[in-house]
């Protein structure tokens, strides 16, 4: 556990030197959720209406760009074999990644949703289902993403590959995540939807780490 | 231990089934031709006309097998990834990689058919059915396994992370698919059901029998086929093959 916490430690220090990349996403979130008013119209109840897709989908955007940085550097430096070869399971380690990077680059979209929520004339309401469907959710998109992060490591165009890997995976946190708070609009309760995607976040939390770490192991061969 | 009659794990090589291989797709492709040449002869002259849709219904011999064998085959995909990653036997990948072209392909060619038999029927190409949805997110998961293999240059670690790849896409078809079916009854969009249909005369049903065995056949000739190219190409360096070379020439 100690290994966890360090390793946890580590990338949230190293994130914390980085900032501009962190930054990066969030502010990419802000300008797609900004541009569809624009392309659509000022309309406001067209706008409620298509809020919960809007803020999903382009938090799905914004989770999938700094997924690349999950695994790369420490791949490129060697660190990533010297985790491999630790006593301490590997699986234990890249959970601790995925942790971090669900700090850094999950927890942040779920803070700014309901600024931007607000743009698309969101009640308060609508406004706590978002953020709790997005903090149920995004671990799920860095524990899918980390799969995709891993077997892509050193791939030639490894970036626009995963996406192609990792999006059709997002569909279902997608579907319930947005359907949540769509659900509650329409007043019929987003406590479905809602266990839904915490089921989904419990299968991911016990599969993705497994999953990460054989495609770590192929890729470091 | 006793002896088994087949030593299956004889053909896991590929020096061995390549032979086989060889010597088992002109039979399936006799038998795929057989099969379609009779289940397109019972799907045009001896169905009857739909009293409903006319003669554009004919076009579900073609759709409904293609739907059935794009989803059987990422089944087949998966198992052989997961046999591949149990046995750590080289062949699994290659049937992998042999499969996918062909399941993209079906998946292709029932959301294609799908679009030409939802035009005159619904009124529109496409519609957000749930079905149609999870066959187009299907179709992404083929793209996605083939772009990844293609772009690793070593193929052992092409295959192994392929094999992955359609292990967690097999785990996620069955959840992607009633997520869609959810999504699509909260929105209501679709007021057309597909379940609904009316019940299918007995040669309609034998027709689409016999056209789901001959894309199977096809499937498995042309997969045999495809996997033995795939054997020449990446044991190029083998001595088996060089003297192959030489008994051909």
């Not at chain 1, 430690?9 to 190293?14: G, S, V």
């Not at chain 1, 993705?208 to 770590?216: D, E, I, K, M, S």
């Not at chain 2, 038999?117 to 396994?145: H, N, Q």
Request: with cysteine.
């Amino acid at each position: 556990m100690n290994a966890f916490v360090a390793i946890l430690r580590r990338d949230l220090l190293l994130a914390m030197r980085r900032k501009s990349e962190m930054l990066t996403a969030l502010f990419f979130f802000m300008i797609v959720v900004s541009l569809f008013p624009l392309g659509i119209g000022p309309e406001t109840a067209l706008l409620r209406r298509i809020a919960p897709g809007v803020l999903w989908v382009a938090a799905l955007l914004a989770a999938m760009l700094s997924l690349n940085r999950l695994f790369a550097a420490d791949h490129q430096d060697g660190t990533l074999e010297q985790m491999a070869l630790s006593p301490t399971p590997l699986a234990l380690l890249v959970s601790g990644k995925v942790l971090a990077h669900w700090l850094t680059a999950g927890l942040p979209l779920v803070l700014l949703a309901p600024v931007l929520g607000l743009q698309f004339d969101l009640s308060s309401r609508a406004l706590g289902i978002l953020m709790l469907s997005l903090l149920l959710g995004t671990p799920l998109l860095s524990l899918i993403g980390a799969i995709g992060a891993a077997l892509t490591l050193g791939v030639r165009g490894g970036g626009v590959l995963l996406s192609l890997l990792v999006l059709p995976l997002y569909i279902p946190a997608l579907i319930f995540g947005a359907g949540a708070v769509e659900a509650d609009m329409a007043g019929l309760g987003a406590g479905g939807h809602l266990s839904l995607l915490g089921a989904l976040l419990a299968l991911g939390l016990f599969f993705a780490p497994w999953a990460t770490t054989a495609a770590l192991r192929i890729a470091l061969e | 231990m006793s002896q088994p009659l087949i030593n299956w794990f004889k053909f896991a090589s590929p020096a061995s089934f390549y032979p086989l291989a060889g010597k088992m797709w002109p039979w399936f492709a006799a038998l795929a031709t057989a099969f379609a040449a009779a289940g397109l002869w019972i799907s045009f002259f001896v169905a009857p006309t739909d009293f409903q849709q006319g003669e554009g219904y004919r076009i579900i011999f073609i759709h409904v097998p293609a739907s059935w064998m794009s989803m059987f085959i990422y089944c087949v995909m998966a198992f052989w990834s997961a046999i591949g990653i149990g046995f750590n036997t080289r062949l699994s990948g290659m049937m992998s990689s042999a499969l996918a072209p062909t399941g993209a392909l079906f998946a292709f060619l029932s959301l294609w058919t799908g679009a030409l038999w939802g035009k005159p029927m619904w009124g529109a190409w496409w519609v957000w059915d749930a079905r149609l949805t999870s066959e187009l997110i299907l179709l992404f998961l083929y793209l996605g396994y083939i772009a990844l293999t293609a772009a690793i240059d070593d193929p052992r670690r092409a295959d192994k992370a392929g094999a992955i790849v359609s292990l967690v896409g097999v785990i996620n078809v069955p959840i992607i698919y009633f997520s869609v079916k959810w999504w699509n009854t909260l929105h209501q969009g679709a007021s057309v059901s597909m379940t609904k249909a009316p019940t299918m005369a007995a040669t309609m049903l034998w027709g689409m029998l016999l056209m789901a065995l001959a894309f199977w056949m096809y499937s498995i000739a042309v997969a045999l086929y495809r996997v033995r190219a795939i054997i020449l190409e990446r044991e190029r360096h083998a001595t088996w093959v060089a003297e192959l070379l030489e008994m051909q020439r």
